[in-house]
């Protein structure tokens, strides 16, 4: 009668334990057969990807008056399509530190603030990089340099046409937390800092006359164009 009950006690734990690793395995494989959007495409940031304060070219005492990402680089299609057409597009979005996240309409609802937020392709091959001149986000009022902010994240996305397989994409290329980058931005406007005006943004900076330097640093260094 003991061996009878000193099996039962044994297998009992066992058969817990085989039921929570087959759980768990079959957990990991369901997760890792999500499909990976970033393995259509690849994205590579040039020599501006960061964010910088803008005045207005109005204002004389050239205060700080929005915080806006520029970004330049490649995107490869690493696909086997090829695509008549399409749009990469930018979007900002901001998670304040109880949770709430702040999109592009919270953050600035002006009409048409996000207008060079995207960029047209034409006939896109396999294997084919495709220059990103400026991704420029929408103007974000310098006001949210003092909310209290957990992350800031930027999404890459692309709405593609292939016209021989007759199919229309849209796809999240990549997300990108640029926090460290905020806090640096944040910092600079907090102490007027700005690097442009918005009549000169983004040729400004795309041209090499300035970089975004930390508040701490006297002097500002120019572009070193790659």
């Known amino acids: 009668m003991k061996s009878v009950q000193g099996q039962q006690a044994f297998y009992a734990p066992s058969l817990l334990l085989v039921t929570v690793v087959t759980i768990v395995i079959s957990g ?33 005492a050239k205060k700080p008056r929005y915080i806006k990402y520029l970004f330049t680089g490649t995107l490869q299609n ?25 999109t592009e309409k919270d953050l600035n609802d002006i009409p048409f603030n996000d207008i060079l937020s995207h960029q047209f392709l034409h ?4 294997g084919q990089t495709f220059g990103v001149n400026r991704l420029v986000s929408i103007s974000i009022p310098v006001e949210y340099a003092d ?57 400004k900076i795309l041209n090499g006359k300035v970089v975004a330097a930390s508040p701490e640093d006297g002097d500002k260094k120019e572009l070193i164009d790659e």
């Open 123 to 126: 006939n896109w091959k396999p």
């Open 78 to 102: 690493n696909t086997n399509n090829i695509y008549s057409e399409g749009t990469i597009k930018m979007k900002m979005s901001i998670t304040l530190e109880n949770g709430t996240i702040l």
């Open 28 to 60: 990991c494989g369901a997760s890792s057969s999500q499909p990976a959007a970033t393995n259509q495409f690849t994205l590579k940031p040039g020599k501006v990807d960061n964010f910088y304060v803008l005045c207005s070219s109005l204002d004389d």
């Open 147 to 203: 909310y209290p902010v957990k992350d800031v994240v930027v999404e890459y996305s692309a709405k593609l046409v292939d016209k021989i397989n007759q199919t229309q994409e849209n796809d999240v290329i990549t997300s990108v937390s640029v926090m460290d980058k905020w806090k640096a931005v944040v910092k600079k406007a907090k102490v007027g800092r700005t690097d442009a005006d918005d009549d000169n943004f983004p040729a």
